[in-house]
């Protein structure tokens, strides 16, 4: 997606790299000029000209488990457009019906003549605080031309990294007093867990407040189910507070780019993210060096085998991968349609003997069932069917399934098979064309109540 992405951008192609980042535009270009003239239209067609969807994509929030969906109901400001007189916004969307259709997403422009479309996707989103994600002021989450701007987010100078390795071990308070700011510690133990866990970077934090909300003394950062007060922020010093009145929670809200930490930036600095695994855009305004190397084209294929340490390149081309198997490596290879272990020793018969009193086999062996099982193809489809990506489920299983396998005979673990998965898809993409095509309405509003949890991914704080 996101070479594809890149090759239409590059070719001006707006559009284009929008249908393969899977987002839809809610809005017609060649009115604009007609409808809001032509400084409006002028704005516009540069703002979607430099408009990088893979990277919205990239930046927009998900759940925190399961297979990585957005988060439904989002409506995200991008950008405004003005002449004067009148002001539109540019804002994306997550409607659920767009979700249903391989997690779409959709653009709308707020303020401007009223259509089916739109209003269907405004009844199925969040309008109570669309100001808390917007990213007016921050196009480095959404455009090409701002990406570079990622780079001043992060930690600099040593004072800046001292304050985060302060965080990182959890000192809370020592972290805040190095930032400049008089924190008020909550006497509550679960707010003290919230407050040391909240992904907020302090370096520089009342400056940036101040600069998203001109002229305001107190104003809240949300997250989740806490709620941090600030106040003082036209004095010299800061003061900051775990809100528990609800006459702090009517404060004027934080935008979230203006108060968290760059996620991406820190998964790198802590190694749960490696260079090339970085969106291109990001890596370019994060790294130093040269771009990294494209990923093994299997990569996704197999990382949730058990024990798995990576893929070992061999020189015949044979797809085998290391395994932890205590504290050696071992190789596991597939060849002549089947997955064997090459280099573990232990005694079999001893290890089959405990297997069979209860106990548990050897990480290699454990790897070898997942594998021999099709487990790996079966658990990145079920991915992969998430996401919409029907023609790379089809290439998949044309390359790892047999030839007599069909779509039904394909079981997938929450239910169902592999036919009826998409035939449910194109259903669902069929009624989300027909709501921007306003051939019909969404059937409900969104549901705003809270949910049991069991059973449901937990969801991204947001």
Not at 155 to 161: G, H, K, L, M, S
Request: some cysteine; charged content about 20%; overall charge neutral.
């Amino acid at each position: 997606m996101i070479a594809s992405v890149a090759e239409r951008r590059a070719a001006g192609d707006w559009r284009g790299a929008c249908a393969a980042a899977d987002v839809d535009v809610c809005l017609r270009t060649d009115s604009f000029r007609r409808d809001y003239g032509a400084e409006i239209a002028d704005q516009a067609s540069r703002v979607l000209c430099d408009l990088a969807p893979d990277l919205l994509r990239w930046h927009l929030p998900r759940r925190g488990h399961g297979s990585g969906d957005l988060l439904a109901g989002l409506l995200v400001p991008l950008a405004e457009f003005t002449d004067g007189s009148r002001r539109l916004t540019l804002a994306a969307a997550t409607p659920q019906f767009a979700l249903d259709a391989g997690q779409r997403i959709v653009l709308v422009v707020l303020g401007g003549r009223d259509d089916g479309a739109t209003r269907s996707v405004l009844e199925a989103v969040r309008l109570k605080y669309p100001e808390r994600l917007s990213q007016l002021r921050h196009s480095m989450f959404w455009s090409a031309e701002g990406a570079p701007g990622l780079a001043g987010l992060g930690d600099a100078t040593p004072a800046e990294r001292q304050i985060c390795r302060l965080q990182d071990a959890g000192l809370t308070a020592e972290a805040w007093q190095a930032a400049g700011i008089e924190l008020q510690l909550p006497a509550s133990a679960a707010q003290q867990r919230w407050l040391a866990a909240l992904p907020i970077r302090l370096s520089g934090l009342a400056d940036r407040v101040r600069a998203a909300l001109p002229g305001v003394d107190q104003a809240v950062v949300r997250s989740g189910v806490g709620a941090l007060a600030l106040s003082g922020l036209n004095a010299a010093t800061a003061g900051a507070r775990v809100a528990g009145d609800r006459a702090a929670l009517d404060l004027p809200i934080v935008p979230n780019a203006v108060w968290s930490r760059v996620l991406d930036a820190d998964l790198l600095r802590l190694g749960h993210l490696g260079d090339h695994e970085l969106h291109p855009l990001i890596a370019s305004a994060l790294l130093d060096g040269p771009q990294p190397a494209v990923p093994e084209p299997d990569a996704w294929l197999y990382r949730e085998v058990p024990f798995i340490a990576g893929p070992c390149h061999n020189a015949e081309g044979i797809p085998a991968l290391w395994i932890h198997c205590g504290t050696t490596r071992h190789r596991i290879a597939h060849h002549r349609n089947a997955w064997h272990i090459l280099d573990h020793r232990a005694h079999s018969g001893r290890e089959s003997l405990l297997a069979r009193l209860g106990g548990p086999t050897n990480p290699c062996q454990q790897a070898l069932d997942y594998l021999s099982s099709g487990r790996h193809v079966i658990d990145l489809i079920e991915s992969l069917l998430h996401h919409g990506r029907t023609t790379d489920i089809r290439d998949l299983l044309r390359t790892h399934a047999g030839a007599s396998t069909t779509l039904s005979h394909i079981d997938l673990p929450a239910g169902g098979t592999v036919a009826a998965a998409l035939a449910a898809l194109r259903e669902n993409t069929l009624r989300h064309r027909m709501i921007l095509a306003d051939a019909t309405r969404t059937p409900d509003r969104i549901d705003h109540r809270r949910r049991a949890r069991k059973g449901v991914p937990a969801r991204t704080h947001w």
